[in-house]
Each structure stands twice: as C-alpha cells, then as structure tokens.
C-alpha cells in the first residue's frame, strides 16, 4: 500500500470560500501530482512539482494554486471556489527512477454550491 | 489524437470468461508502460508493468509491441472482483504519466 493521504476525504462549501486540499507522502518521493477527474471521465494533469520549490501547471488549465515547500507536503489551494471546481482531486506521487511509477492518494471529493 | 488511447467499453463478460483490452500509443519514445486499475469513485492503484518481453502476475498477462504501438491486458478465468475501469498508462517523456480513459469491464454471475 502506498503512503500518500489526502484531507479532506469530502467537502461540501459554499461559492466564494477559500479551501486548502492537504496532499501529504512518507515515501520520500519528489515527484508530486494533482489531477482532477470527473465522474466516469479521464485524469487530467492540474499541476505537478519535481520537488521542494519547484511547481508547474499541468495540461489542463485549472483556477488552483499549488506549493511545495516540503518534500512530504503538496497542498493544492482554491482563492474563491465556485460550482465549476466540483470534481475529485486526486494527489499523486512517484520517484525519480526511470519507472516513475505512480501512487495515488484516495482523493477529495469537492463540492461547490 | 490522443497520445493513449482505448476502447472505453463496457466489456460484459460471464464469470470464468477470459478478456483481453487493447491500447494504443503515439509516441514511439515512450519507455514505461503501465496497466493501473480503479474502480468506481476510488483513486487508480497499479495493477501492474508491462515488460518489452511480456509478463504475467496471476491471472493477468499483459504484452508489448512496441512497432505497431500498442499494450495489451489479458485477464484469465474472470472473477466478479475484476469488475472495474483500466487504465493504459505511458511514459511519453513528458512531465507526468499519460493515462488513457479507460476501458470498462463488468464481469457478471
């Protein structure tokens, strides 16, 4: 099993309210990855970081924010949520062997009113 | 096009049926190759890699050709448990993984 939590596991808000997803992994890996996914629809790459201080933006285009100040930690943020961002958030890690193998958390499911 | 890409079926099979799911990718650099299984409303977990020769973990054999593209799972003596979404996965040297859309299976009673 791998190591990686996500909190919350739900969240229900209203429109307008700033939220943190908390992404956080003990395998030591530097690679760390957020992908949105819709019911039944594909993974979509949000934002992705090669290791502390370094962020990117992923191939979909997407309102949240990310940071990576420590190795464990990748916390995805939403200034002001609004309905359109009501999907599943999954988190994602891998090492930097050429395997690049990845291990997902169990994802947040967000709801916006 | 898309870099992955599968059938999304569904594919219904009987119990004890024996099941095969194609793939097909673009990028003929691509060096990894994964089959991850999720199932409904939970995160993918990694079913398994995909060897240039081929390998088998179990029931579950999967194979690569790499001059026509293209990744197979074979999955033997189906069971209820296999019922779920897998996902073709390639490293294109991209960033991240490309994961496919899916093919669905439902194996029934």
């Known amino acids: 099993e791998a190591d990686i939590y996500q909190t919350p596991r739900y969240l229900v808000i209203g429109t307008g309210k700033k939220i943190t997803l908390e992404c956080s992994q003990t395998?030591?890996?530097?690679?760390m990855y957020w992908y949105q996914q819709d019911p039944g629809m594909e993974l979509h790459l949000i934002h992705y970081s090669y290791g502390v201080n370094s962020t990117e933006k992923g191939d979909l285009s997407s309102e949240s924010t990310v940071s990576r100040i420590r190795t464990e930690h990748f916390p995805l943020t939403l200034e002001s949520a609004r309905p359109s961002h009501t999907s599943q958030y999954l988190c994602a890690s891998s090492t930097r062997d050429s395997t690049d193998t990845q291990y997902f958390g169990p994802g947040t499911r967000l709801t916006v009113l | 096009r898309k870099e992955v890409e599968q059938d999304p079926g569904p594919f219904n099979v009987p119990e004890g049926a024996t099941v095969a799911f194609n793939c097909t990718y673009s990028n003929s650099a691509s060096q990894s190759f994964f089959w991850y299984r999720q199932d409904c409303r939970k995160e993918p977990k990694l079913l398994m890699s995909?060897?240039?020769s081929g390998n088998e973990d179990g029931r579950f054999t999967a194979q690569l050709n790499r001059a026509s593209q293209y990744i197979s799972l074979l999955i033997r003596d189906s069971k209820l448990s296999d019922s779920a979404t897998y996902l073709c996965?390639?490293?294109?040297?991209?960033?991240?993984?490309?994961f496919g859309s899916g093919t669905r299976l439902q194996v029934q009673p």
């Open positions: 395998m030591g890996h530097d690679k």
């Open positions: 996965v390639v490293d294109t040297g991209r960033r991240a993984l490309t």
């Open positions: 995909v060897y240039s």
